[in-house]
Antibody, heavy 116, light 106 residues
Framework: QVQLVESGGGLVKPGGSLRLSCAAS????????MSWIRQAPGKGLEWVSH????????NDADSAKGRFTISRDNAKNSLYLQMNSLRAEDTAVYYC?????????WGQGTLVTVSS | EIVLTQSPATLSLSPGERATLSCRAS??????LAWYQQKPGQAPRLLIY???NRATGIPARFSGSGSGTDFTLTISSLEPEDFAVYYC????????FGPGTKLDIK
């Protein structure tokens, strides 16, 4: 079965950096586009970043542009999100999601807390 | 950016009743609209994609309709496990989500 397992979240100070990882299994990872979606505590869902199946194309939400970088390693069935210059408003659960046109599978998420 | 609004913000119903949730887009999204269910402490789960197609394993009591800018998610007869937050999401232009409708027990 499809599994997406995020890791790398934690507490970081404003201005700091964090790298999230997502380990995928149960499907041919290299066939799918992938994205990161986040959800601030008690709030709604926000798309963050997107990458094509062979990494030829990426796109980021305005809130992430210039600070976050999405990447993947198809040989390792892994998705990453490098987050720099973190702000308090980046505090959220970050979900790794599989995209087949629609977002059809979600990981359980990893919590990122930006606080001094 | 395509903005999605959902109504009502909260819907209080009893098990066995029919639930009707609405989602409106700021511009046409054709049929590129999905619905997700989220329970506390869990990731969202895909219910409906492309406006009216049930995802794998989703019970027949869930149905979606609409196109263009106005969409509806209907739950024909509420089960206890259906009380949750429901989000709509468009993929006509990247991804945006509505603010959610909380369906709670009356």
């Amino acid at each position: 079965q499809v599994q997406l397992v995020e890791s790398g979240g934690g507490l970081v100070k404003p201005g700091g950096s964090l790298r999230l990882s997502c380990a995928a299994s149960g499907f041919t990872f290299s066939d799918y586009y992938m994205s990161w979606i986040r959800q601030a505590p008690g709030k709604g869902l926000e798309w963050v970043s997107h990458i094509s199946s062979r990494s030829s194309y990426t796109n980021d939400a305005d809130s992430a542009k210039g600070r976050f970088t999405i990447s993947r390693d198809n040989a390792k069935n892994s998705l990453y999100l490098q987050m720099n210059s973190l702000r308090a408003e980046d505090t959220a659960v970050y979900y790794c999601v599989r995209v087949l046109g629609v977002i059809d599978y979600w990981g359980q998420g990893t919590l990122v807390t930006v606080s001094s | 950016e395509i903005v999605l609004t959902q109504s009502p913000a909260t819907l209080s119903l009893s098990p066995g009743e029919r639930a009707t949730l609405s989602c409106r887009a700021s511009q046409s999204v054709s049929s590129y609209l999905a619905w997700y269910q989220q329970k506390p402490g869990q990731a969202p789960r895909l219910l409906i994609y492309d406006a009216s197609n049930r995802a794998t394993g989703i019970p027949a009591r869930f149905s979606g309709s609409g196109s263009g800018t106005d969409f509806t998610l209907t739950i024909s007869s509420l089960e206890p496990e259906d009380f949750a937050v429901y989000y709509c999401q468009q993929r006509r232009s990247w991804f945006t989500f509505g603010p959610g409708t909380k369906l709670d027990i009356k």
